[in-house]
DNA sequence: CACGACTGTGGTGACGTTGCCACACGGCTG
DNA sequence: CAGCCGTGTGGCAACGTCACCACAGTCGTG
């Protein structure tokens, strides 16, 4: 009694099969699939014929064995649930497929020691190039010294030179705030994310710009330094109320926007006659609610895009000179802010 | 005049380099460090200590060539830029990285060709499986008889037998349906994509069902199939309300959802007292607008884990029988529905 | 007509990893 | 003490592709 062989998983047809099938060598296969080299025109017909007929689809570990570098470009972002870095992602992926690579997804949760085994990885792979949102500066050093070039997206930690494509955060805020300073505001509170990371360090400086300018002291108590995952975010925000007696409040990103919005509207405070506020990153529901939330968007797709298409260029050159791509925010009145009420 | 070498990048480090590090074979540092086979336990203590003094990242490529087969997990999916696509490929990335895999993100625009151009990349990166969001039965197809598993996920189209990850689509409708008659709407709107996947089929099922069980006849003008990607949508949802006079629009996605919200806003028509509105998928700004929007809460993460788990399960075992996983929706009630107003 | 340039083809050896095989040793059992 | 099993080690071939090399014609030109 014989076992049946039971062939579950046809195996992969290669140049050998297609080079048998034409009658030529595996050599001449390659040069006409490939279409490096000479190949006589019928002979490379019938090659292509039978790598069709065939199904042939060339072993993508063994180029990249053999040619020391992947298609295949390395992703990571904090939080793919967020919308922010879906955008992002959304913005390289479709860019990098236009240039014919590829993307490799990875999330860190804002996790340094993530960003590393994820990096790990695409050292592993032979990634042509990586973008990443920082979370700290050993995976992007750990990516230098193996001569693989990164682009930082969003923020910039790097310690390292190397590309990066973020917004001015700093005119992002003052903007904003030099907003509610012409609206009357005087106490402005900020709500920001406790890191030491260019964007909330460049929205701190705004702010604090944005006052300067005016003339107006920083009433130090205001300013709200919120940690990531922090759960009990919203009662600081509550607390932050009560204690500092804000005329209007400038929340640094979506989140925070989110968090300061819902315990405005737990408290049935209106906006913006009893407080304004104002958001950073413009997403979907800043511009449904009612009023709409005065908010500094960001080219968010244009951001993943611009990065996408900065890494393929330097991938292209890696001695050109390093560049930095700042992209400018926008300021976009709605509902949520008004005049500040008259000292009482 | 000898021209300098300029070692731009310095080539990665091989098994041989650690072997000749630690003077041993290859063999020997390949099963210290690949965990299999015997190694006596100070050989093994000198060959780890030999690739981590020197860096040493396996080369996936190599590996991938000589298994046969990779820890990549191809993901089709139509939009990164939704927020449901988003959240579903959070899930999905989630659970394979636990279990050491990685993704491999690839948007098509809901264009079957694209769907298949991604497929042919993964067969050629020897992915052990893939998830997809699934737009046309070809690329299924093709991956079937290559003996790749697949897991659908949110809609099923294949031809093939083969794993899949959705919600209850008719139960989601009957309830949202069922809601609106119960509260005495009975010329209730239906928009909905106009194309024959499970998802968008089932919705429209849901809805006549819903009536059939109540007795209420349909009026097929009320029922509203728009094209994807249909510039024109909001302007023939405006057409609807004049043409059909519905007290209720039922929007079978969130972006329709999105669409009718906008359209009833521009007009000035009040919810719920005007007309009623619910939509599909529990997207953030449904429960941020005011009145909230009731809806046909999804599990969007889980939708992606569940995938992801379920492929993980059959690369483990591919005879297992084929499984469906229907999750169920849940009614959120919120203020965007009310009751009928009196016929007048 | 000799020589080189151009076209076309096949052989061969890497790329880095893994797994099979052969071998070698010590201790055990029959 | 012969045989065998359990350890431990190194040699070697193979995965599929590509690039280099050698070679063989066919031109055209000096």
Request: aromatic letters at 4%.
């Amino acid at each position: 009694m014989t076992i049946e062989p039971r062939r579950r998983t046809p195996q992969p047809v290669t140049l050998a099969d297609i080079a048998r099938e034409a009658g030529t060598s595996q050599s001449t296969a390659s040069r006409a699939l490939s279409g490096r080299g000479y190949v006589a025109a019928d002979v490379r017909e019938r090659l292509l014929a039978a790598a069709d007929r065939l199904g042939y689809v060339p072993d993508a570990s063994a180029q990249t064995l053999k040619q020391k570098t992947s298609r295949v470009v390395g992703v990571v972002v904090s939080d793919l649930d967020n919308p922010f870095y879906g955008g992002l992602a959304a913005g390289v992926e479709q860019t990098l497929r236009e240039a014919d690579y590829r993307m490799m997804l990875v999330g860190d949760n804002s996790e340094s020691a993530e960003e590393t085994t994820a990096v790990r990885t695409f050292l592993a792979m032979r990634t042509p190039g990586v973008i990443l949102t920082p979370v700290g500066s050993d995976a992007t050093s750990l990516l230098h010294r193996r001569g693989i070039p990164v682009v930082e997206v969003d923020r910039q930690i790097a310690t390292v030179p190397c590309d990066a494509v973020v917004i001015d955060n700093v005119r992002g805020a003052r903007v904003a705030v030099e907003h509610l300073l012409a609206l009357g505001h005087r106490r402005i509170a900020l709500l920001v994310v406790d890191t030491d990371w260019t964007s909330d360090v460049g929205r701190l400086a705004g702010y604090h710009d944005a006052h300067a300018v005016a003339g107006v002291p920083v009433d130090e108590s205001l300013v709200l330094r919120i940690p990531f995952h922090d759960a009990a975010a919203e009662s600081r925000i509550a607390d932050l109320l009560d204690r500092g007696r804000p005329t209007a409040i400038f929340a640094a990103n979506n989140l925070l926007a989110e968090q300061a919005w819902r315990v405005l509207r737990a408290r049935g405070l209106t906006l913006p006659t009893d407080i304004s506020l104002v958001g950073f990153d413009d997403v979907q529901w800043t511009e449904m609610v009612s009023p709409g939330i005065t908010t500094v968007a960001q080219p968010t797709i244009e951001l993943g895009r611009r990065a996408a298409a900065l890494l393929i260029r330097r991938i292209g050159d890696p001695a050109a000179p390093t560049a930095l791509e700042l992209l400018q925010p926008d300021l976009v009145v709605r509902g949520s802010t008004g005049p500040a009420p008259a000292a009482s």
